[in-house]
């Protein structure tokens, strides 16, 4: 029975906080996972996050929460042990239900929407606040956005990349009219340890020198399908979750492998 101890030889028994390890002779170790270890969905005060679609989440370094939703953006307080909701049906400043990023950004807390830009959290007053009248912050599809150097922003969008500046002035767009971008919907943004700036589409990955504001397409030929999300690790490889399986390439975009369902 694969589910049961590897060999019938035991040799070394250990109980430790609810697991069971089991030493065999010629079977090796085996033990008996926690069963309160396993994942279980989050609900508090009455929020039951398995009734939304859960697209953003920010955790203060209090355990206090941002939860961004199809259907709006929850803030849990654990001190108060409340849960408030901003929706378009009981907040002014709201103008799309749909959070797709949550990020704290040169010391502010930044919502982006679907349709309907991006606001500010004040978690001070507990309220969503306007950041400026731009079509990009009002009425924009933000998928993403992070910072580099210098407080700049750059935001994702499915109208381009945006270079803005702390204060939210829109420094310049790239799109495939003025740049090497495949597409003009923008999922993802990474900034590496080099000051470039990873950039997942639509149709493949492209990468931009902050500093020089090339772009490069060396990877766009392996890499053309979606990208929804890239991270570093501590060896500096780069790593792109796509919608063809997950690709490991190093700082010179060499490809170290490609993990897939194959």
Known sequence: DHNSISANTITSY??????????TQFGGLNYTPQTDAKFSY?????????????????IYPDNNKLIGTRNGLFYVNNKTQEVKSFT????????SDIILHLAEINGNILVGTYGGGMYRFNTEKQCIENIKNDELFQYGCIFHFTESKNKILWIATQDGLYKCTEDYNILHKFNTLNSLLPTYVI????????NRLWI????????????????????????????????EDSKHNIWICTDSGVFETNKDFKIIRHLSTD
């Open 14 to 23: 250990l109980y430790d906080n609810g697991v069971h390890w089991i030493g």
């Open 42 to 58: 989050y609900n508090k005060y009455g929020f039951y996050s398995t009734d939304y679609m859960v697209r953003s989440i920010y």
């Open 88 to 95: 378009i049906y009981n907040n002014e400043n709201m103008r």
């Open 187 to 194: 999922y993802y943004l990474y900034v590496d340890t080099l």
């Open 200 to 231: 997942g589409t639509k149709f493949g990955l492209v990468v931009l020198d902050i500093d020089t504001e090339k772009m490069s397409t060396a990877l766009l030929d392996k890499i053309n399908g979606e990208v929804k999300f890239i991270m």
